[in-house]
């Protein structure tokens, strides 16, 4: 099954499947430059911060998201299975790709 998110920020809207990381959503997406890096939790540059909805997160590097961060909603795109539409504010790297 396939769940939406929609990127506040610009007011773009993607399908997801609860199965696929939410960068694979994103890169769907088509957007020029969206910085695709390790696609493991490790390099930073898919971060994002989720403002409402369900997800599973798997681990992420300590370097790129703090406790506090995580706390409050902060996760690398790569990481994170949604599990319910969410909706998303793009930070860091992906900020400057994805408001172009
Ligand atoms: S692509 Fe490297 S942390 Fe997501």
Do not use: N, W
Request: positive net charge.
């Amino acid at each position: 099954m396939s769940v939406q998110i929609s990127i506040e920020d610009t007011g773009d809207v993607f399908p997801c499947a609860e199965t696929k990381h939410l960068l694979a959503g994103m890169i769907q997406l088509g957007k020029k430059g969206i910085p695709v890096g390790c696609r493991s939790g490790g390099c930073g540059v898919c971060k994002v911060k989720v403002l409402s909805g369900d997800y599973i997160s798997k681990k992420m590097s300590r370097d790129h998201v703090t406790e506090d961060e995580e706390r409050q909603g902060v996760v690398l795109a790569c990481r994170v299975f949604p599990q319910t539409d969410l909706k998303l504010s793009v930070i860091g790297h992906l900020q400057k790709a994805i408001m172009r």
